[in-house]
């Protein structure tokens, strides 16, 4: 196994990285142009990245993955609330925070390719002066919290992260079909309420979305949790623009003004109902919200992918209206810990 590490995907190669994401099925997250986005436009403050590559001994390329060493950033708490001992301290990471679904790209998740991985990261760890290390939102009924666990490590449930299987669905009337009454039936009044108050709804590219005014509604949103620098202006719209086809936004409208706005991003087999920003007081008796969840599902369905991902948290909403929960898990080792042992 030779391993190597890049300062920038374009080191990496990304035509060849993108060959190896796709093939394995890993999400957008992975995707060159993820990652190049997230070089130009850091959706929060990154000390290092580094993009690790291994190729076996005919120069193919077997895994690839990003990491990134942080400081004092934790949106989501993982840190704090669960390794509180390291929640100030330089730590390097699998992924950025808005990534939800961890993964080891890789042709082969076996241990050859695990350990290769850990004791690089380790390594990294060490010269960047990362104090503890690891990954996050790693998903806890998968491969990879298996393959972990195989070598050492031990995981910590930090969250819930949702998703629904749409693949049996035909259309939107029979997913409606498959929720319980009073779900269903508030589905359609809500649609109802918003035709008749003439709120117009409709999916934009990113190249002609009010990304300024998503996260405008974003921002106001997340201020209420201490958490509105998840989305920094001007840092959020030119990200989202460098990526491009990768995004679609459902805007709804009254009149001028914006009131819901939901950023999807897809991949070849998802489709992320990812960030949302709403306005609750347009419209007292609907939630732009609910809409935007009808919208998402319709969207795969009418472009025909067969998952649905909805990020972490709010399980009461997701789960009434047919998303089910996978745990997610964060497995970290302080710097060194393993050849210690």
Same mark, same amino acid.
């Given at each position: 196994?030779?391993?190597?590490?890049?300062?920038?995907?374009?080191?990496?190669?990304?035509?060849?990285?993108?060959?190896?994401?796709?093939?394995?099925?890993?999400?957008?997250?992975?995707?060159?142009?993820? #990652?190049?986005?997230?070089?130009?436009?850091?959706?929060?403050?990154?000390?290092?990245?580094?993009?690790?590559?291994?190729?076996?001994?005919?120069?193919?390329?077997?895994?690839?993955?990003?990491?990134?060493?942080?400081?004092?950033?934790?949106?989501?708490?993982?840190?704090?609330?669960?390794?509180?001992?390291? @929640? $100030?301290?330089?730590? %390097?990471?699998?992924?950025?925070?808005?990534?939800?679904?961890?993964?080891?790209?890789?042709?082969?998740?076996?241990?050859?390719?695990?350990?290769?991985?850990?004791?690089?990261?380790?390594? #990294?760890?060490? $010269? %960047? @002066?990362?104090?503890?290390?690891?990954?996050?939102?790693?998903?806890?009924?998968?491969?990879?919290?298996?393959?972990?666990?195989?070598?050492?490590?031990?995981?910590?449930?930090?969250?819930?992260?949702? %998703?629904?299987?749409?693949?049996?669905?035909? $259309?939107?009337?029979?997913?409606?079909?498959?929720?319980?009454?009073?779900?269903?039936?508030?589905?359609?009044?809500?649609?109802?309420?918003?035709?008749?108050?003439?709120?117009?709804?409709?999916?934009?590219?990113?190249?002609?979305?009010?990304?300024?005014?998503?996260?405008?509604?974003?921002?106001?949103?997340?201020?209420?949790?201490?958490?509105?620098?998840?989305?920094?202006? @001007?840092?959020?719209?030119?990200?989202?623009? $460098?990526?491009?086809?990768?995004?679609?936004?459902?805007?709804?409208?009254?009149?001028?003004? #914006?009131?819901?706005?939901?950023?999807?991003?897809?991949?070849?087999?998802?489709?992320?109902?990812?960030?949302?920003?709403?306005?609750?007081?347009?419209?007292?008796?609907?939630?732009?919200?609910? %809409?935007?969840?009808?919208?998402?599902?319709?969207?795969?369905?009418?472009?025909?992918?067969?998952?649905?991902?909805?990020?972490?948290?709010?399980?009461?909403?997701?789960?009434?209206? @047919?998303?089910?929960?996978?745990?997610?898990?964060?497995?970290?080792?302080?710097?060194?810990?393993?050849?210690?042992?």
């Amino acid at each position: 196994m030779r391993v190597r590490t890049y300062g920038s995907i374009e080191e990496a190669d990304p035509v060849r990285w993108d060959e190896l994401v796709v093939g394995c099925g890993a999400p957008v997250f992975y995707r060159s142009a993820f #990652l190049r986005a997230f070089e130009r436009f850091p959706l929060h403050g990154v000390r290092s990245h580094v993009y690790i590559t291994g190729e076996d001994e005919h120069g193919t390329l077997v895994f690839a993955m990003p990491v990134y060493v942080i400081r004092g950033i934790d949106p989501m708490r993982v840190l704090h609330d669960h390794f509180p001992a390291f @929640g $100030d301290e330089t730590v %390097l990471v699998n992924h950025v925070w808005h990534c939800y679904d961890t993964w080891i790209p890789t042709r082969r998740l076996d241990p050859d390719i695990v350990g290769a991985v850990l004791w690089t990261m380790e390594a #990294l760890a060490a $010269d %960047l @002066g990362a104090s503890l290390w690891g990954f996050t939102n790693v998903d806890g009924t998968g491969a990879l919290a298996r393959a972990l666990t195989a070598a050492g490590m031990t995981g910590i449930q930090v969250d819930e992260r949702f %998703l629904a299987d749409v693949s049996a669905i035909p $259309d939107i009337d029979h997913y409606l079909a498959t929720l319980d009454h009073p779900v269903r039936s508030n589905l359609r009044r809500y649609t109802r309420i918003a035709q008749r108050a003439g709120v117009v709804a409709g999916i934009a590219d990113v190249e002609h979305a009010d990304l300024e005014g998503f996260v405008a509604l974003a921002r106001a949103g997340a201020a209420k949790y201490g958490n509105a620098d998840y989305y920094r202006p @001007g840092v959020f719209e030119g990200f989202l623009r $460098d990526l491009g086809g990768h995004v679609r936004v459902f805007e709804q409208r009254l009149g001028d003004r #914006l009131i819901g706005s939901t950023v999807l991003l897809v991949d070849e087999k998802t489709l992320h109902w990812w960030v949302a920003g709403n306005d609750y007081s347009a419209v007292p008796q609907i939630s732009p919200f609910y %809409l935007a969840c009808l919208a998402a599902i319709n969207e795969a369905l009418i472009t025909g992918k067969p998952r649905v991902e909805a990020g972490r948290r709010n399980p009461r909403f997701k789960t009434r209206h @047919g998303l089910r929960p996978r745990p997610v898990q964060a497995y970290f080792m302080p710097t060194f810990q393993r050849a210690a042992t």
